[in-house]
């Protein structure tokens, strides 16, 4: 059996949908938001 890793599309999501009520200042520290404020 032979399985292949196809490496699909990036979303970029919205920071503030994803984690809710935390601060920006909380979830920067974890992952980078770009210009837009948005997390790959």
């Known amino acids: 059996m032979k399985i292949w890793s196809i ?22 520290q974890w992952i980078e938001p770009d210009e837009q404020n948005r997390i790959e």
């Open 7 to 28: 490496e699909g599309n990036r979303q970029w999501l919205d920071g503030g949908s994803l984690f809710g009520n935390a601060p920006r200042m909380l979830w920067q």
